[in-house]
């Protein structure tokens, strides 16, 4: 099994519509974070968290909320998506400390499509 | 700002040996990670650096100067397999922020 899954793995949905992305991680990370990638931009960073009651805005935060409902799932929500929010979602997750890399593992992508 | 820069693309044959590099301009600095991504597909972790030199790690190898802001990525011995795009990222600060990425390096590998 994989250990950072997302669901769903591709979404159309209309202007204006609210949607959630999921993640959830095996890894037993208390780190975790969301990231857009879109062509030619490379990923952006949306939002992260480092444990259950630390939530911190990244770099492109407007238009979308997250929630960290346990150590080991994190959503991003889309309150009323446009267009430009096309793109591809990854979430990835890394552990804390002074001992490791603490590189991040990232999950297999959300494919969203705002029409 | 940050600003972290890489040639957009790049072409080699197989077999061949390619540098790819990447330069940085960021408030701080604790950490610089290349990852791989083809397309489609999750970036997965190849190196990290956080002081000055080379790392290796088979085939690939990762060289770090701190002072000059500056790093590559060596992939020796090229393979098909190895046509991706390429991640250069720096952690600011351990504390803080997470990584800030490059555009990455689209490397096309002909037979």
């Known amino acids: 099994d994989a250990d950072v899954t997302q669901t769903p793995r591709n979404r159309i949905t209309k202007t204006g519509k609210r949607i959630m992305l999921e993640c959830s991680q095996t890894?037993?990370?208390?780190?975790m974070y969301w990231y857009r990638q879109d062509p030619g931009l490379g990923l952006q960073l949306i939002y992260y968290s480092f444990d259950v009651k630390d939530i911190n805005k990244g770099e492109i935060s407007d238009g979308y909320s997250v929630s960290r409902q346990a150590q080991a799932k994190f959503s991003l929500s889309l309150e009323s998506a446009i267009p430009n929010q096309t793109a591809l979602y990854f979430c990835a997750t890394s552990e804390a400390g002074p001992t490791t890399y603490n590189e991040q593992f990232f999950g297999p992508g959300t494919r969203l499509t705002v029409l | 700002g940050q600003n972290i820069d890489q040639p957009t693309e790049m072409t080699a044959t197989e077999g061949a040996i390619v540098q790819i590099n990447c330069t940085y301009q960021t408030s701080g600095f604790n950490g610089l990670f290349w990852y791989q991504q083809h397309a489609g597909e999750a970036p997965t972790f190849l190196s990290y650096?956080?002081?000055?030199g080379l790392e290796e790690k088979g085939r690939f190898s990762s060289f770090l100067s701190r002072s000059k802001g500056y790093s590559y990525l060596l992939l020796k011995e090229l393979q098909m397999k190895d046509s991706a795009s390429y991640l250069c990222?720096?952690?600011?600060?351990?504390?803080?922020?997470?990584?800030?990425f490059g555009k990455g390096t689209t490397l096309s590998v002909s037979s």
């Open positions: 890894k037993g990370h208390d780190r």
């Open positions: 990222a720096v952690r600011v600060n351990q504390a803080g922020t997470a990584l800030i």
């Open positions: 650096n956080v002081l000055d």
